[in-house]
């Protein structure tokens, strides 16, 4: 039996708290918001999208960063096995579109629950309002937690602190001081899963959700990204389940090297697009363009299209001419849009970057500096795309690091 300190109370630590005590160990949970898990409360809109319900193959396929390094945890691990977790300590879960598993009663605070209840169950002692102030490390082995109330020594740490997405829920980077105190390089940190500010803001048509497009983006002339899905026009720009995606692949990339495109009708050839339009005049050639095109886009979103293929929204369908429509239909295949900034940590619903993977033993999830130190969850160089896969990052990276501990 060992001595463990757990740092941090979200998902990764929690799982891993739970993961020692069950290994016979003496875990002690350290955290310094008035309760766990409090990014877990807000995480899929307050439901908690808890994993997503796929092979560990499927779940490689979208993680952004760290896919090699996560093989390991992914199969040791996997997202069948926190569903198993969950049902076994009291947590009825349902798989909804695109596969991810959510609880049954769509309250994210019955998933914090059900983790505190598995770590009670198996002896882990919880301390809350307890800030961590340092990792003591003697002759480059871990010795003990030093808190802003006690001092606690242990043979084994593991920081769980999460990164520096959504900073209200108690995520200010505490892990990555740890971190480069014990020798650790740290990845610079970008915000990941955000909104995407641009220079040219549809304000009028802030608020609408545009369905079945796609999003396309270039960095000078290769293709980076491009998916079919959902954009939110918001007021800074754009975003919604594309965006976020999208963010997740430019974070770390200058954005004026970007250039970006919304293919309003990608079911339509130009041909096909033509065609309609044709149609679409011929049968109201006495109304106005901006009426017209009421079939093919939302109303508060067709001046601004009208106006990038330079035709008035107060031209009638019949004096449109060939070269008007041949500017329209490429404007409606390829509205572009001029990347700005993304939006910052505070929006963000992960960070990309952190402790660098090669310092750290993906077995184990112990460092390769430090004996007795280990990493889990979101203070790591891993991230990935939305549907559950961040969360299930978390869980199997945490379940490792405190199963390696015996």
Do not use: W
Not at 17 to 45: P, Q
Not at 317 to 345: D, H, Q, Y
């Amino acid at each position: 039996m060992k001595n463990v300190i757990i740092v941090g109370g979200g998902a990764s630590g929690l799982m891993a708290a739970y993961a020692s005590a069950a290994r016979g160990n003496k875990v002690i949970l350290l955290e310094k918001n008035e309760k766990l898990g409090k990014k877990i409360y807000i995480t899929g809109k307050g439901r908690c999208n808890l994993t997503n319900d796929c092979s560990p193959e499927e779940f490689l396929q979208n993680v952004v960063r760290g896919k090699k390094f996560l093989t390991g945890s992914a199969y040791s691990f996997p997202a069948e096995k926190t569903i198993r977790f969950m049902e076994e300590h009291g947590l009825n879960v349902k798989v909804e579109r695109g596969n991810r598993v959510f609880p049954v009663s769509d309250h994210a605070s019955d998933v914090t629950a059900t983790l505190e209840r598995a770590c009670r169950n198996v002896g882990v002692s919880f301390k809350l309002n307890e800030p961590v102030t340092d990792v003591l490390i003697e002759e480059n082995t871990v010795t003990g937690i030093q808190t802003a109330l006690n001092s606690y020594r242990c043979e084994a740490a593991i920081i769980a602190t999460g990164g520096i997405s959504y900073p209200a829920t108690g995520s200010t980077g505490d892990g990555y001081r740890f971190a480069r105190k014990a020798g650790h390089r740290i990845i610079d940190t970008v915000p990941s899963l955000v909104g995407l500010e641009t220079f040219d803001v549809l304000s009028s048509a802030q608020g609408v959700t545009l369905k079945n497009v796609v999003l396309t983006a270039k960095r000078f002339d290769k293709v980076i990204f491009s998916a079919l899905g959902e954009v939110l026009i918001t007021h800074y720009g754009i975003s919604g389940p594309l965006v976020l995606s999208l963010s997740a692949e430019i974070n770390r990339i200058p954005l004026k090297e970007l250039t970006l495109a919304i293919d309003f009708k990608p079911a339509l050839s130009e041909k096909e697009l033509d065609s309609r339009l044709i149609r679409d005049f011929t049968e109201r050639k006495n109304e106005q363009m901006k009426n017209v095109m009421r079939g093919l886009l939302p109303a508060s979103l067709i001046p601004y299209v009208l106006k990038s293929a330079q035709t008035q929204g107060e031209v009638k369908a019949n004096s449109v001419t060939r070269e008007m429509r041949t500017n329209l239909i490429r404007t409606l295949k390829k509205f572009v849009l001029t990347p700005k900034a993304l939006r910052g940590f505070s929006e963000a619903v992960v960070t990309s970057g952190g402790v660098d993977l090669s310092e750290v033993n993906p077995k184990t999830m112990e460092s390769k500096k430090i004996k007795g130190l280990y990493f889990c969850g979101e203070v790591l160089d891993v991230d990935a795309y939305t549907g559950g896969f961040n969360l299930q990052i978390a869980f199997s990276t945490g379940y490792l690091a405190g199963n390696a501990i015996s």
